[in-house]
């Protein structure tokens, strides 16, 4: 995908000492999918272009249409319409669920199903965490470029990125990391995910599903998010910020002089080395 198929230039008035100053910003270039399930519209998505394979069985995976990649029988993507045939197909029937998914979310196709508690041994190093955090901050060209996007990663336990995902929505860049790894029989209990989104009740929904063991995010989490963190066994850890990192306020920028990171859940995951002067 190149960049001039993801950002555009737009003109625009910039204030900036003072006065206004004529400037050309790099916008992301917002994308619609609509996708077809079995011959029945299922939703329209607004989302960066590219990775809209993994996209759409990330997505059909968390809101429960499918178990396993192999749930699907075949996916086609032409014309911004993915095609996708369901060799077993679950509930809800898509003929009743069509809607929109924005760039923010939009609303959840499906509530329902039993969410299994994660089976991992997987133990991480704190350090390893604020390492995967930087990379994905690294590695976010678009946002970068436009700051206007959202970031998610897989990583192994020592910290090296099995892929890194940026789109407009957080819910985007989730349901293409899952689909990314179901697409290669990725095993993600043995890997840990890391992300720029707030983590709520949905984004935990689908991360549970997924069975990630551990996952930490820049931001904050909720209530629900921490309560279904619990239910599943799985680790949460919210305000991920290294030494350094620039925290964006409504006033102003924000450096962080030590690195913090708050875990709210299975704790038991995250390991520390003491270091102790001879």
Same mark, same amino acid.
């Given at each position: 995908m190149s960049r001039e198929s993801i950002c555009i230039k737009m003109p625009c008035r910039k204030l900036e000492n003072g006065r206004f100053m004529d400037a050309d910003p790099a916008v992301i270039i917002e994308s619609e999918l609509n996708i077809i399930v079995n011959g029945e519209? $299922? !939703?329209? !998505?607004?989302l960066l272009p590219g990775m809209e394979k993994e996209f759409v069985t990330g997505y059909l %995976? =968390?809101?429960? %249409?499918?178990?396993k990649q192999a749930d699907i029988a075949s996916i086609t993507v032409e014309s911004r319409v993915a095609e996708v045939t369901l060799s077993n197909p679950m509930v809800p029937s898509p003929t009743t669920a069509s809607y929109r998914i924005v760039s923010g979310g939009g609303r959840t196709a499906f509530a329902g199903g039993h969410l299994s508690p994660i089976e991992s041994d997987l133990t991480l190093e704190k350090m390893v965490v604020f390492k995967a955090m930087n990379r994905l901050f690294d590695m976010g060209t678009v946002y970068k470029e436009t700051e206007g996007a959202h970031a998610a990663g897989i990583f192994t /336990?020592? =910290?090296e990125a099995v892929c890194i995902i940026e789109d407009i929505g957080r819910h985007?860049? $989730?349901d293409k990391a899952i689909g990314y790894a179901l697409l290669r029989n990725i095993p993600l209990r043995n890997h840990f995910l890391v992300s720029t989104g707030r983590m709520s009740s949905e984004m935990m929904a689908k991360l549970c599903r997924a069975g %990630? /063991? +551990? +996952?930490?995010t820049k931001t904050a989490v909720t209530d629900k998010g921490r309560e279904i963190a619990l239910t599943c066994g799985m680790t949460l850890i919210g305000f991920v910020r290294d030494t350094g990192m620039k925290i964006h306020t409504d006033m102003s920028v924000r450096i962080i002089k030590e690195p913090v990171m708050k875990v709210y859940t299975g704790a038991h995951r995250i390991t520390y080395r003491v270091y102790r002067n001879s």
């Amino acid at each position: 995908m190149s960049r001039e198929s993801i950002c555009i230039k737009m003109p625009c008035r910039k204030l900036e000492n003072g006065r206004f100053m004529d400037a050309d910003p790099a916008v992301i270039i917002e994308s619609e999918l609509n996708i077809i399930v079995n011959g029945e519209r $299922l !939703a329209t !998505a607004s989302l960066l272009p590219g990775m809209e394979k993994e996209f759409v069985t990330g997505y059909l %995976f =968390g809101q429960g %249409f499918i178990k396993k990649q192999a749930d699907i029988a075949s996916i086609t993507v032409e014309s911004r319409v993915a095609e996708v045939t369901l060799s077993n197909p679950m509930v809800p029937s898509p003929t009743t669920a069509s809607y929109r998914i924005v760039s923010g979310g939009g609303r959840t196709a499906f509530a329902g199903g039993h969410l299994s508690p994660i089976e991992s041994d997987l133990t991480l190093e704190k350090m390893v965490v604020f390492k995967a955090m930087n990379r994905l901050f690294d590695m976010g060209t678009v946002y970068k470029e436009t700051e206007g996007a959202h970031a998610a990663g897989i990583f192994t /336990p020592h =910290g090296e990125a099995v892929c890194i995902i940026e789109d407009i929505g957080r819910h985007n860049c $989730l349901d293409k990391a899952i689909g990314y790894a179901l697409l290669r029989n990725i095993p993600l209990r043995n890997h840990f995910l890391v992300s720029t989104g707030r983590m709520s009740s949905e984004m935990m929904a689908k991360l549970c599903r997924a069975g %990630f /063991p +551990v +996952v930490a995010t820049k931001t904050a989490v909720t209530d629900k998010g921490r309560e279904i963190a619990l239910t599943c066994g799985m680790t949460l850890i919210g305000f991920v910020r290294d030494t350094g990192m620039k925290i964006h306020t409504d006033m102003s920028v924000r450096i962080i002089k030590e690195p913090v990171m708050k875990v709210y859940t299975g704790a038991h995951r995250i390991t520390y080395r003491v270091y102790r002067n001879s």
